[in-house]
């Protein structure tokens, strides 16, 4: 049997990208195709390693091949990733800049940030994370890193620091520069200087995602990065709660002003009910249900999933190792949150790129 290289672009130029709605040989998403007697091997390069439509592309490409070509062709699809990224992060090397935030203090913002970024790294994708959040700075606690100092040096004249690596992913916190037992003054033009040292002056090197733990709320540093990088986008983290609802509203208004302009990437109800651990069928909603979904609705951005309140999540973040890193049915919650958050980084810029429809 015989086909030709362009038999199996035509053929799998039927197979559309469902996010961004334009076939894969448009998107030049299809490469290295090598024919050899009946053997046919491709390359499809996703948009994220993360991507959780990684298996049906797959069959899509497969099916397009036997259907438009011939059933007896073997196939071998090398499914692969490049991330993409929008002009420029202001951080080089840094693709992706993702913000995660709450109205309300205890939701779970800054362990849903660990997760995600761990998530993000399990996936394949190197992953950076920095702890802004000046006022109550948790991260160096969930890695075990309390009391850690990141190396510092003078490369001509100006400091450059090297963030700790922990669990494949580098990281960050404002806590490792502070003493944890000295509340400190921290005053409007320190702060903005601090946090933005974190992003300038650190050797981040090549990320595909840089994932950033703000403070609760709306305020200085929320102006201080938003302003200063082009972050590519917010996930809002709140609990079913009406008081925690509405203050995620007042958060995602200020990322929709036009001064500030961050598209959300979506919502996460944290917290959205209660399982226990010898019953993990049964789902409680103590605290009410949908109240995220209701509220990604009224803000018109995606739902990106619940996660459940059990105690391993916090009892892994108070021994300083996420559950994301572990095997349980919670992991595979964070999981799924990660990889709706890569698709929606890739859509964002796809649209950014005019890639999508
Ligand atoms: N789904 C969950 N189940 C059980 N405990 C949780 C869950 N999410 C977070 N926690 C716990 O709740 C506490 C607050 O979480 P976390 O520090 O992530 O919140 P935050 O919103 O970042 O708070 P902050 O106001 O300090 O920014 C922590 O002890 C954490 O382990």
Redesign the pocket.
């Known amino acids: 049997m015989t086909f030709t290289k362009e038999q199996v672009l035509a053929a799998l130029g039927n197979v559309e990208e469902p996010d961004l709605k334009k076939d894969l040989v448009t998107l030049n998403m299809i490469q290295d195709i090598v024919i050899d007697g009946d053997k046919l091997s491709f390359s499809v390069i996703l948009t994220t390693p993360a991507c959780p439509l990684k298996a049906m592309i797959e069959n899509a490409c497969r099916n397009a091949i036997s259907h438009f070509i011939s059933k007896d062709i073997q196939v071998t699809v090398n499914m692969t990733s490049r991330v993409t990224t929008q002009k420029n992060t202001g951080v080089p090397g840094v693709k992706n800049i993702i913000a995660v935030a ?1 109205g309300k ?8 940030a660990v997760n995600l970024a761990l998530g993000l790294a399990k996936s394949g994708a190197k992953v950076g994370l920095i702890d802004a ?1 000046i006022y ?1 700075p ?1 991260i160096p606690i969930m890695f075990g890193l309390e009391g850690a100092r990141p190396n510092a040096t003078q490369v001509e004249g100006k400091t450059r620091i090297e963030p700790i690596e922990k669990y494949g992913i580098k990281l960050l916190s404002i806590g490792f520069f502070t003493d944890p037992n000295q509340p400190v003054p921290w005053r409007g033009p320190m702060v903005s200087t601090a946090v933005k040292q974190l992003f300038n002056d650190a050797d981040w090197g090549e990320l595909d995602y840089l994932v950033v ?1 703000l ?2 709320g709306t305020g200085d540093i929320h102006i201080t990065v938003t302003q200063s990088f082009p972050v590519t986008g917010a996930v809002i ?1 709140t609990t079913p709660q009406n008081v925690a609802l509405a203050d995620a509203k007042k958060g995602v208004g200020m990322f929709m002003m036009d001064a500030i302009n961050v598209p959300i990437l979506g919502v996460i109800e ?2 959205a009910y209660f399982t226990p651990a010898e019953l993990p069928e049964n789902k409680y909603y103590i605290f009410g249900q949908d109240g995220g979904k209701n509220l990604a609705a009224q803000i018109d951005a995606p739902f990106l999933g619940e ?5 391993a ?2 009892e892994s ?2 021994a300083g190792k996420p559950l994301v890193l572990e095997d349980s049915v919670t992991t595979n919650a964070f999981i799924t949150i990660a990889e709706r958050v890569a698709q929606q980084v890739a859509i964002a810029n796809a649209k950014a790129n005019g890639k999508a429809q």
């Open positions: 709450s203090g205890g939701v779970g913002k800054s362990t849903v959040d109550g948790s733990d403070p609760p983290v944290n917290m996660l459940p309140l059990v105690k999540i916090s973040g108070d």
